[in-house]
Each structure stands twice: as C-alpha cells, then as structure tokens.
C-alpha cells in the first residue's frame, strides 16, 4: 500500500467522524430541547446575570462587574497577571480621548 492511499484512507476516515459527530449533535441537541427550556425558564424566574467569560482573575469573570482598579491592584504600570485581561478592550470612559 502506497504511503498516499494510506493519508487519502486517514482524511476519508477522519472526515467520516467529523461528519458523525455533527449528526450526533444534531440529535441531541434535538432530545435536549425540554431541558434547555427548563434551564431558561429558571434564568429567567431568578433574574441570573450573565455567564462568566474567564475563570482566572476576579476583574476579568465577569465584565460588567468589574472594578476598574482591580486590574492595577499592585501597580499602575504592573504587567497584566493574566492572559485573559489582554483579550477584552477597556471601557469606552478610558479610552476615549480628552
């Protein structure tokens, strides 16, 4: 067996799994629907708040929580602690200009 019909049989196969496990989503994603509407119903009867985006420090779990000194708890100029701070822009207050 030559080495290219081995990678064509590898992207046939794995092709063949990604397409199976779109079908699988589809089907539970339809076996699912009285649960997600339990689960919005009670969002919606205890008023949650949003999902937390990140996990790591407290000013960046979620946004419209945030402190906005938090993120400069040790210095003004102190490097960001974690990566997820990098991934949000600052409020439109700071970053407009005066």
């Known amino acids: 067996m030559r080495k290219s019909n ?13 397409l199976l496990t779109i079908a699988d989503a589809g089907i539970r994603q ?3 629907k009285s649960v997600l509407q339990k689960r919005a119903q009670l969002v919606k009867e205890l008023g ?5 985006l ?7 779990r979620h946004l ?8 400069f708890q040790d210095h ?9 701070g990098s991934l949000h822009m600052p409020p439109q ?6």
Request: a negative charge.
């Open 54 to 60: 990140f996990t790591e420090a407290r000013y960046t």
């Open 76 to 84: 003004p100029m102190s490097m960001e602690h974690f990566p997820t």
């Open 6 to 18: 081995i990678l064509i049989l590898f992207v046939a196969i794995s092709s063949l799994l990604v």
């Open 30 to 32: 339809q076996g699912a």
């Open 93 to 98: 207050l700071l970053r407009t200009e005066k």
């Open 64 to 71: 419209t929580q945030a402190d906005l000194h938090t993120a």
């Open 48 to 52: 949650l708040t949003d999902l937390a």
